[in-house]
Each structure stands twice: as C-alpha cells, then as structure tokens.
C-alpha cells in the first residue's frame, strides 16, 4: 500500500501494467527477447507508446520508473534490463493477447507464442471457448511445428485451464 508518485500524470498502476503487457508482447513478438537494452527499449517504446499516452523520448525515464516503482522489471547489467522472470513476461504478454479484440489480429505472430496463448487460455473468461478459437480459428491455417504443439499442449497442462463449454468438459487435454 506504499503509494509513489508518478512523474507521468495518469501512469497509474493499471495504466503501467497495460504499457509492460504491450511492452512484454511485442519484445517477445518482435524482438524475440528476454533482454533489452536501451536502444530496443527506445524502439519499442515509440511503438506503444501512443496507446499509453505517454510522451515522446522519454523511454528510458519510464522504464527506470516502473522499476524503481514495482520490481516487475529490474536493471540487469550496465545497459540491460529484463522482467524480474521469463514467466512475468510471459504472463504480461498473455495478458495482453488475451485482452485483444480478435488472434487474426496477430496471427503473423503466433508460431512465437506457445507459452503465452496456453497462459492467455487460463487467462480467458472462457477457457474452452478460447481455447476451440484458438484451435479452429487462429492456428487452423498456420504451419506450426510439432515442437510447438508440444510446449503449447505441456503448458496448458501446467496451466489447467477449466476448459468447459456450455455443460460439457473436454478432456483432449489430460495431465
């Protein structure tokens, strides 16, 4: 219940964790990293940050706000930063996907998401109807490889998802 203030007005808790689970999406997506340094950060930034309402080149005073705020991303070197753990970031990012109007949206960018989609399935309101989107919509044209079946189907297990439609439980998942 500590509160800070936060030298952006309206960068509040809610409006941070929007802007790291955009940020954790397109690093994962785009930069196909854990780690970012400045110049990467600076580029993502310019690419969300309109959504965010926050002010140009200022990437970097963000960042080292949010960190000294909340530890959900720490310095991890003299020019590094990363999520305080892979699972964070993967969370954020699922966090966001989930929140996304539709996966064709993104569906360029799935064959890097195994681990995201199966977090952003638990994550759903609806985990079986997310999950039948996901399978019969999103993925139903993709070439992905069995390997990404398999990190997809081992995290959801991990996950457990409860994944009901309607009355009925489907069980294609079992641990």
Known sequence: ???????????????KAE??????????????AIRFDTSMLERLYALIRKDHGLPENEAKNVIQEI???????IKSG?????????????YLAADYIVRL?????????????????????????RPGEYFCELMLRALSNLKLKASWYDTFAIRLIQEKPDLTIGHTVYTTIAA
């Open 1 to 15: 219940k500590v509160e800070r203030k936060s030298k952006y007005a309206k960068f509040e808790v809610d409006q």
């Open 19 to 32: 802007f790291l689970a955009q940020l954790a999406f397109e690093l994962t997506t785009r930069e196909g």
């Open 67 to 73: 960190e000294s705020h909340n530890g959900l991303v």
């Open 78 to 90: 003299y020019d590094d930063f990363e999520f305080a753990h892979k699972s964070l970031q993967e």
């Open 101 to 125: 109007p539709a996966l064709v949206s993104i569906s360029s960018k799935l064959h890097r998401l195994p681990n995201e989609l199966a977090i952003a399935t638990s994550l759903s309101s």
